[in-house]
């Protein structure tokens, strides 16, 4: 019996893993390019859930055209949402403080804007694939004599699987064979020398702010498929997990981040099934604790010049 | 100030006397309160490092400015940037650097942080040549590296002008800095105190006398 929740808290764990790998690059991004602790990262992953509900419900869309319209729609918002927000920042005394509150606010208003349109209540997702699940064994007599345990996937989780690991090796080869991917990681180690290299640091930082509100709305459209429900106030516990991934993976670590978010979902899904629920939610901050105590920066070293 | 096209005009002056904050005004860093910059008879105060290096500036600061977990090559191909997409240019450049550099060919690959003082300086500085500049500010680019590769590094600075690069060297090594210059610029408190040819200050006794208690200071 232990066997089958065991490998279902591994498959679950590399499913979330796999997301929260996905969160933890985008806010790397944003954190590492731009210096701003982005409090709404959550509520860019809910907005794109919620545009995903809408266009399924309403339109009849399928999640998988809603991913592309996403990543397109979010680029462009969070590209103007820069050139709006943040290059004024940069008057204020306290720049880092200032952006701080600001995001802030960008994510009380995002919840409020949410919980104004579609109330506080948690909305499903009538999506399946079919078959709805794939079968991926079966342990003869898992049961006891006669009952056979069969470990079943939901297709939609095994998809959402499959383009976030598409995403992820975009995402590497972006950052490490192309020559903006390699300017992003730049700016990451030496934000003045990105300048000096004759670098539009206002075009760089919108590009990472575009790059990682579309990621993030990514995130919630592959979530929705995860997760057969949303919550207009799930926002910050998002935006948690994308800073513990972070602290895990080491900050500046576009992809570094990978590692951490697999190993975060291991922990949290197999202790899950494993372990009773109040341990099985402390596992995942004990790890995080002890990392930032024996290695603050991060499992995977800190990229950063000077 | 005036810089003249071609040649190399030295900044000296005590530490604090404004030498890296000229140097970041005429590159767009900062913008003055007061006074403009012009280049070629365009005034270019309000202009961002891009838009100069767009003009053909480029800047060697007087802190580290590599890419450290970047590769040489790479630190080389983001000083490509303003032209990057003009292939055939890129491979150019990059082919001419390392010619100019021969040893940063060998090193291609290795990480830029992994590098010594020296070779960093060097890589530095052919950073600011791949974009074929026609101006190059440097800032004191041999504080606190080897005496042999600083030799080097002025020997190959000194070549600059026949290139047809015009340089704007700020330097602390006055004898040096004067060894290379056409032209010098004494500065103190964030204003030019005076200004010359390196023999009309051989002449200049006072001026030898601040110099020297310049020096003094910075012995100990
Ligand atoms: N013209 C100026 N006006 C206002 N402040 C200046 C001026 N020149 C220099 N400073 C200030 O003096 C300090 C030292 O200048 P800096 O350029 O670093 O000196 P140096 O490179 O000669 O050692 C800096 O804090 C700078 O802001
Ligand atoms: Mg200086």
Known sequence: ?306 | MKVKRGVITGIIGPNGAGKSTALKTMYGFLTPSRGTVNLKGERVNGLTPSQMVARGVSFVPQNRSLFNDLSVEDNLHLGCWHFRRDRARVSRAMDRVYEMFPVLRDKARDLAGTMSGGQQRFLELARSMVLEPEIVLLDEPTAMIAPKLSRELYDFIATLPEHGVTVVLVDQNVRQCAAVSDHIYVLDLGATRAEGSSEDFGDDEDLKAMIQEWLDYEID
């Open chain 1, 1 to 306: 019996m232990n066997s089958v929740l065991l490998i279902n808290g591994l498959i679950g764990g590399v499913v979330f893993g796999a997301i929260y790998a996905l969160i933890g690059s985008s806010l790397n991004v944003l954190v590492g390019v731009l210096r701003i602790i982005n409090f709404a990262h959550g509520e860019f992953i809910l907005a794109g859930g919620f545009l995903t509900y809408v266009l399924l419900t309403y339109f009849g869309i399928n999640p998988l055209v809603a991913l592309p319209f996403a990543a397109v729609l979010f680029f462009a918002v969070g590209y103007v949402l820069y050139y709006l927000l943040i290059p004024r920042l940069a008057h204020s005394d306290e720049p880092e403080t200032a952006s701080f509150l600001l995001m802030f606010g960008v994510s009380l208003m995002i919840v409020s804007v949410l919980t104004w349109i579609f109330e506080a209540d948690v909305r499903p997702i009538n999506f399946s694939f079919d078959p709805i699940n794939v079968l991926l064994y079966t342990v003869e007599n898992g049961y006891g004599e006669g009952r056979d345990a069969k470990v079943l996937v939901p297709t939609a989780r095994l998809v959402a699987l499959a383009i976030n690991a598409l995403i992820i090796v975009a995402l590497t080869w972006f950052f490490y064979r192309t020559l903006p991917g390699k300017a992003m990681r730049a700016a990451i180690m030496n934000r003045e020398a990105v300048q000096i290299v004759g670098i539009d640091i206002h075009r760089l930082s919108a590009t990472a702010f575009g790059l990682a509100a579309s990621l993030a709305a990514v995130t919630g459209v592959l979530l929705t498929l995860v997760v057969p429900s949303i919550d207009p106030n799930g926002g910050a516990d998002l935006t948690l997990i994308g800073f513990i991934v972070i602290a895990l993976g080491g900050l500046g670590h576009p992809v570094g981040a990978l590692a951490a978010g697999i190993i975060f979902g291991l922990v949290e899904q197999v202790s899950n099934v494993m372990l009773p629920q109040a341990a099985a939610q402390m596992l995942g901050f004990m790890i995080l604790v002890a990392v930032i105590f024996f290695k603050p920066s991060g499992l995977f070293g800190l990229e950063r010049g000077r």
